[in-house]
């Protein structure tokens, strides 16, 4: 029992590094779908100049790659089973192209609270095709690139992708096995081109 308590008691410190966050996604619950969108182009346009300057060398990523999706903003949450997720947007040829959204699925020991945001570079048309077709996923568990300074230096593709993480909240204590699934909507506008 005292084991028990003690994960709770943990699960609540490392919850209130993320209450920011978590108070911000009730203020999207008040806007409307176009009002929503804005904010996550905005969230992304951010997350992005924010990730170029923590690590210049990424740029290279940005520049070599087929195409390239962000979230801004993926809440995780776990005890025991976890789960989260966030919405982003998919950029072919430097241009916004639709929305994508991400869902994670995890179980086994974990606990905490946490937000982080996600790059994932396609190497070639071939990965991109398959993110845009809704047939990408991988393991919750990939195998990503911590954004610090530097860092992108020795990363490279793996099966195609490159995948980039950066926390922005919170934290979580896990040894899960699960999954990220990924859903793209393309934009009417981007569709018509």
């Known amino acids: 029992?005292?084991?028990?308590?003690?994960?709770?008691?943990?699960?609540?410190?490392?919850?209130?590094?993320?209450?920011?966050?978590?108070?911000?996604?009730?203020?999207?619950?008040?806007?409307?779908?176009?009002?929503?969108?804005?904010?996550?182009?905005?969230?992304v346009l951010a997350t992005v100049a924010r990730i170029k300057k923590l690590d210049p060398g990424i740029d290279r990523f940005f520049k070599s790659s087929a195409g390239y999706v962000v979230y801004p903003r993926v809440g995780k949450f776990g005890f025991i089973v976890g789960g989260g997720g966030g919405d982003g947007e998919l950029f072919e040829k430097g241009r916004v192209i639709g929305t994508a959204s991400i869902t994670l699925a995890t179980i086994g020991l974990q606990v905490g609270v946490q937000e982080f945001s996600q790059l994932i570079f396609f190497k070639d048309q071939a990965a991109l095709a398959r993110f845009k077709e809704n047939k990408f996923e991988f393991t919750a568990n990939v195998s990503a690139v911590i954004i610090t300074a530097g860092a992108s230096k020795g990363a490279d593709y793996r099966d195609g992708v490159?995948?980039?993480?950066?926390?922005?909240a919170g934290a979580m204590a896990e040894v899960a096995l699960g999954t990220q699934k990924f859903s793209f909507k393309p934009d009417a506008a981007a569709a018509k081109k």
């Open 1 to 43: 029992m005292t084991k028990l308590i003690s994960l709770f008691q943990l699960a609540a410190i490392l919850a209130c590094g993320a209450f920011p966050a978590l108070a911000a996604e009730k203020d999207y619950k008040d806007m409307t779908p176009a009002e929503y969108r804005q904010k996550v182009h905005k969230d």
């Open 162 to 168: 490159a995948v980039f993480t950066h926390s922005n």
